[in-house]
């Protein structure tokens, strides 16, 4: 059972009000439902030590709220009561639906979804919230249970922080009460933004409110004035009615203060009348006219305040005559003139509909449920509602994702990392590598969900590629993506042209476009200006241009051999400077050393082995220091000669980078296809999003793996590519 601490005489009256509002709906069993739904809570929160009073009083208002004040039925009351059980983990929503039902079940889970939602500017993105929040609300009773929520988190605020009291309250003015307007529910409505203002405009609500309290006696004398004629000539026509004075909520009063200019004083309409007659449903409209005949009768009306909502009731339901008359004292005050049934759809919104259509409670909320996801869907157009329309279209399926600051950006459906960075800005989409989406590494290429946190990763490196033209589905991306396209496009044209320019004066070459003709034909290219990007992006060697484009000429190759030995080499190098590695020392047993893997290019020196000959190591190898100290009498100066043969040395280089889709790809390519080198091993690891490779390869010199290497380091998404020492 709930713990002690949690019982109190509130709670146990909340409690008891539950029961007794659950036990009106008359439908059989959902009293039985709602006792165990309590006591299942009572066991859950019973348990938790950071629940206290105040959690299990919410729980039970939010219920009390949802039944009474908006008209729902049993399955909502038990959602509110256990609609912290999914997002605290201590129940499941399979575990629900065995218990409850699925209709209970999917509402919680639902409103989990939903409570998760933190705009971080409510006043700005309105609109983009409440969208996303009808679109992640399978069932509109999700939204109607998370206003009954939010009033009593406003009912109770005054215990919270100042921070936090303000931040519910804008939230309220800009998200919540505006949904409670377009439902109908306009009393919630009210009492939501008089609350908020109580946060927000402190000074200006206890003005309000004190200038009420001063002006109730006068206020009540007028009432009495105005409606004893109307009072007499109703009872003689023979109606049975009901009179209420409304003053008008604080805030209304106050955003009129503010929009006119003028004081409390000079606020003309503060309080209305409200006629509500008891008609038999036929005679609703006739009842109405005939009253306000009446009215105009006795007073003057201003013609251009008439309001017709029983003709053509608003799309929320609502149904009433207003009319503003000339009272006593020429003061303007507002007549609404409407019936019980009116009157009590005016106060609970739809839900009213059905106690009058003689429908089953919970069958009738269904027909509700389904006539309020069409107006939350359907765009308002009534002049008072324009500020406030807001429309759901299901067909195209926006979904609504956050940037870490909170900012709500809208998409249309199957949006990709890369159509949320163009959304950002164009620069940003331009260097995107790839982004961290709720928490976890992604490629450019993954589909957003609705509510989806995105935080997008890039790289200054990195530049649009034909292939994204394939995945990104926004048109402002589309249209992103090809023009920077064009223009990397021309700029690497203007430099492959003017690197080939200087080249070729100075091979002096004159006739620059027949050499340019001349290597299109040869390279099979369809236009000359795919030449000058081949060349601007590095991928041909313009030593092979100059070969082509010259008489190269023909190196005799000395084939003598000299036959030495090894004591020989130690004898010569004594009096010479350099043991001269080339393609003539045939006899010599010598080695390139594995712990270097020297290639033809690098600085080398030799090392005289015991049973291996001479070893080849690098200057740079970690043992050279350890070889040259020990045994300076076996080391032996050495240097490269003449031209490496193709692929004869191996070494291994270590590339890094963003690991998406295709990357290991473009490596090999460049690697072996526009290169030509040989890969003898490859090992891959990828964490957190980046990627490791290291590759063994057989090279020719070091002016070919510089060349390697450069052509790596410009392939988008590899952040190094180095030589392994």
């Not at 207003?322 to 004292?329: A, D, K, N, S, W």
């Amino acid at each position: 059972m709930i713990s002690n601490n949690l019982i109190s005489k509130a709670f146990e009256e909340a409690r008891a009000q539950l029961l007794e509002s659950v036990s009106n709906l008359k439908n059989e069993g959902d009293l039985d439902r709602i006792k165990e739904a309590l006591q299942l809570a009572e066991e859950i929160y019973g348990k938790n030590e950071q629940w206290n009073e105040s959690n299990a009083l919410h729980l039970v208002n939010v219920a009390l709220i949802s039944i009474n004040e908006i008209g729902l039925g049993a399955n909502s009351a038990i959602a509110a009561i256990l609609h912290e059980t999914i997002e605290s983990k201590w129940l499941t929503q399979v575990e629900l639906e065995k218990r409850f039902g699925s209709t209970v079940a999917s509402i919680v889970s639902n409103f989990t979804q939903i409570s998760g939602l933190d705009p971080k500017d409510p006043k700005t993105q309105a609109e983009l919230f409440r969208q996303m929040l009808i679109s992640l609300s399978a069932d509109a009773r999700v939204i109607l249970l998370k206003l009954a929520d939010r009033l009593d988190t406003m009912r109770s605020l005054s215990r919270h922080e100042q921070n936090i009291r303000l931040k519910r309250s804008w939230e309220t003015f800009h998200l919540y009460a505006p949904l409670a307007h377009r439902l109908g529910l306009y009393r919630l409505k009210s009492e939501m933004e008089d609350l908020a203002m109580k946060h927000i405009y402190p000074k200006e609500y206890k003005y309000i409110i004190k200038r009420l309290q001063e002006t109730t006696a006068s206020r009540n004398r007028f009432l009495q004035g105005f409606m004893v004629p109307v009072e007499e000539e109703l009872r003689k026509k023979g109606f049975n009615f009901a009179i209420k004075g409304r003053t008008k909520s604080i805030y209304s009063i106050f955003r009129k203060m503010q929009k006119q200019e003028v004081d409390f004083d000079e606020v003309h309409d503060i309080f209305a009348i409200r006629i509500i007659l008891d008609s038999k449903p036929e005679n609703e409209k006739l009842d109405c006219w005939q009253v306000y005949s009446i009215i105009t009768d006795k007073y003057t009306p201003n013609t251009e305040r008439l309001r017709d909502w029983i003709s053509v009731p608003k799309s929320n339901g609502y149904e009433s005559l207003h009319t503003t008359v000339l009272g006593p004292e020429n003061k303007w005050i507002e007549v609404q003139i409407r019936t019980t049934r009116m009157d009590e759809i005016a106060e609970k919104g739809l839900a009213a509909h059905w106690k009058y259509k003689g429908i089953k409670q919970e069958q009738g909320i269904d027909e509700w449920i389904t006539r309020v996801r069409e107006i939350l869907e359907s765009p308002d157009t009534s002049p008072e509602d324009k500020v406030e329309q807001f429309k759901l279209n299901l067909e195209t399926r926006d979904i609504y994702v956050f940037t870490p600051r909170g900012d709500i950006r809208k998409l249309p459906a199957k949006s990709t990392v890369l159509d949320f960075a163009f959304d950002i800005h164009s620069d940003i989409g331009s260097q995107c590598v790839g982004a961290i989406v709720n928490g976890k590494n992604t490629t450019i290429k993954q589909e957003l969900q609705n509510g989806d946190v995105v935080e997008i990763l890039t790289s200054k490196k990195q530049k649009p590629k034909k292939d994204w033209l394939s995945f990104v589905v926004t048109s402002k991306a589309k249209s992103r993506i090809k023009q920077q396209l064009h223009e990397i496009e021309n700029r690497e044209i203007k430099e492959g042209k003017e690197i080939l320019l200087r080249r070729t004066k100075n091979w002096k070459i004159e006739d620059f476009e027949k050499a340019v003709q001349k290597i299109n034909k040869q390279l099979k290219l369809k236009k000359p200006t795919d030449l000058f990007i081949l060349i601007a992006q590095g991928k041909i060697d313009l030593s092979a241009i100059k070969t082509l484009l010259t008489t190269e000429e023909q190196i005799v190759a000395d084939k003598e051999t000299t036959h030495k030995t090894e004591q020989e080499i130690l004898e010569a190098s004594e009096g010479s400077d350099y043991l001269v590695i080339d393609e003539k020392l045939v006899n010599i047993d010598y080695k390139l050393a594995k712990c270097c893997n020297p290639i033809f290019g690098d600085e080398i020196f030799g090392f005289v082995t015991v049973n291996e000959g001479i070893k080849i190591h690098r200057t740079t190898c970690p043992n050279s220091n350890q070889l040259k100290q020990r045994w300076p009498y076996r080391v032996v100066k050495a240097r490269w000669k003449g031209s490496s043969k193709a692929g004869a040395f191996q070494t291994t280089i270590r590339i890094t980078g963003i690991d998406e889709m295709g990357i290991l790809n473009q490596i090999s390519e460049v690697i072996s296809k526009d290169l030509k080198v040989n890969m003898r091993n490859l090992n891959v690891t990828s964490h957190d999003g980046l990627f490791e490779a290291q590759i063994q390869l057989y090279i020719e010199d070091t002016k070919h793996l510089e060349m390697l290497l450069y052509r790596l380091n410009r392939i988008q998404g590899v952040t190094k590519a180095v030589r392994l020492k």
